[in-house]
């Protein structure tokens, strides 16, 4: 198109570099930058998470996503047709960015496949890719959205898995992916798991085994020390714990945190079910309190919260654990961190 030919030629003549066009536009969180031109909600939390899109939609889409789950955003940038910078260019400055610690794409192509390689395999810091435009009908749409041409998708995949970046195909799975990585690595692969249900606790087990992970063996007196604060005395505990006979939410936090002190526990699963709307102001402390006594412990907390939808916000804001809102995908995205850590 002549316009943007113009807009090349202009660039060249003056020296300047611009992102776009047929863009939103760029975010940066820490110097209050905000540049979209979308009337914006101030509900963007300071966070660690940079954010690149070919798709302005997808990537606000994936910010509301964030901060709905209590993830805060660093920076943004909307890649648009890539005249002049393109996508490999800001993830060259995001490896480099010292306030960015982890990245997170969104590609309907790859422009610069090789250089994508290149900085992925040596990047200190994790990258997640949401790939799409893997079919012959998405091809046709993107080709008119961001005149981004299709890739072959075995070929992404294979070169992804060669250079460490992890592929996701969700929003939901970027999302757990997300939480995982904001835990602190697990240096092995001992859990104990701390469930309120007694159903919650069987379904750790089961992804606990499933996903290679193995329920560490808690000292009796330990144990003991817990059963005394049970009302009806029915439960004999073990690893997982089921503190179903347990309705003083304040020793949840004591338990929480012995157990994270121990030397043979690499981990802890925290499972909560609130039981009723009554129990909200109550979940909400714990949770905070859990959140300010994890902060020191380097070792990770995974916490899971059955609540109902929309008390789930309150509940989340400014936490600096995330919480997952189901058991299975979150085992499996620990399991996944864990295995590639080393990559990182």
Same mark, same amino acid.
């Given at each position: /198109?002549? $316009?943007?030919?113009?807009?090349v030629?202009?660039?060249?003549k003056?020296? /300047?570099r611009?992102?776009?066009?047929?863009?939103?536009?760029?975010i940066s969180?820490?110097s209050?930058?905000?540049?979209p031109?979308p009337? /914006?909600?101030?509900?963007?939390n300071m966070?660690?998470?940079?954010?690149?899109?070919?798709?302005?939609?997808?990537?606000?889409s994936?910010i509301n996503?964030?901060?709905?789950n209590?993830?805060g955003?660093n920076?943004f940038?909307s890649?648009?047709n890539?005249?002049?910078?393109?996508?490999?260019?800001?993830l060259?400055y995001?490896?480099?960015?010292?306030?960015?610690?982890?990245?997170?794409?969104y590609?309907?192509?790859i422009q610069q496949?090789r250089?994508l390689?290149?900085?992925?395999?040596k990047?200190?810091k994790?990258?997640?890719v949401f790939?799409?435009?893997c079919?012959?009908?998405a091809?046709?749409i993107?080709?008119?959205?961001?005149?981004s041409?299709?890739s072959?998708?075995?070929?992404v995949?294979?070169?992804?898995k060669?250079?460490?970046i992890?592929?996701?195909?969700?929003?939901?799975e970027?999302?757990n992916?997300?939480?995982a990585?904001?835990?602190?690595?697990?240096?092995?692969k001992r859990?104990a798991?701390?469930?309120?249900?007694g159903?919650?606790?069987?379904?750790?087990a089961?992804?606990?085994?499933?996903?290679g992970f193995?329920l560490?063996? $808690?000292?009796?007196e330990?144990l003991?020390?817990?059963?005394?604060?049970?009302?009806?005395g029915?439960v004999? $505990?073990?690893?997982?714990?089921?503190l179903g006979?347990?309705f003083? $939410?304040?020793i949840?936090?004591?338990?929480?945190?012995?157990?994270?002190? /121990?030397?043979i526990?690499?981990?802890?699963?925290?499972l909560?079910?609130?039981?009723?709307?009554?129990?909200h102001e109550?979940?909400?402390?714990?949770?905070?309190?859990?959140?300010?006594?994890?902060?020191?412990?380097g070792?990770?907390?995974?916490?899971?919260?059955?609540?109902p939808?929309?008390e789930?916000p309150?509940i989340?804001?400014?936490?600096?654990?995330p919480?997952?809102t189901?058991i299975?995908?979150?085992?499996?995205?620990?399991?996944n961190?864990?295995?590639?850590?080393?990559?990182f």
């Open positions: /198109m002549k $316009l943007e030919q113009g807009l030629d202009a660039a060249k003056y020296g /300047m611009f992102v776009g066009p047929n863009c939103i536009g760029l969180v820490p209050g930058m905000a540049l031109f009337k /914006m909600k101030k509900n963007v966070g660690v998470v940079s954010l690149l899109s070919q798709s302005g939609g997808v990537g606000m994936i996503t964030m901060s709905s209590g993830i955003l920076k940038a890649i648009g890539s005249l002049n910078i393109c996508g490999e260019d800001l060259e995001l490896i480099e960015d010292e306030t960015t610690k982890i990245i997170l794409m590609l309907e192509s496949g250089k390689m290149e900085l992925a395999e990047s200190p994790p990258i997640m790939k799409s435009n079919y012959s009908t091809a046709k993107a080709a008119s959205h961001t005149a041409l299709s072959n998708d075995a070929v995949d294979t070169a992804f060669q250079a460490g992890t592929r996701v195909r969700s929003e939901t970027l999302l992916y997300m939480k990585f904001h835990l602190p690595l697990l240096r092995g859990i798991i701390i469930s309120r249900s159903g919650h606790a069987i379904i750790s089961d992804s606990c085994e499933r996903f193995q560490a063996e $808690l000292p009796q330990f003991n020390s817990i059963e005394k604060e049970f009302k009806a029915v004999k $505990l073990t690893n997982p714990l089921d006979d347990l003083d $939410l304040n949840f936090e004591r338990i929480v945190t012995d157990t994270l002190k /121990m030397d526990v690499d981990g802890v699963v925290f909560h079910t609130s039981l009723s709307t009554t129990e109550g979940t909400k402390d714990l949770f905070n309190r859990l959140s300010k006594c994890c902060e020191g412990a070792k990770p907390v995974a916490a899971y919260l059955a609540i939808p929309d789930f309150d989340n804001d400014g936490l600096k654990i919480i997952f189901n299975v995908e979150m085992f499996k995205h620990l399991q961190i864990t295995d590639n850590q080393q990559e």
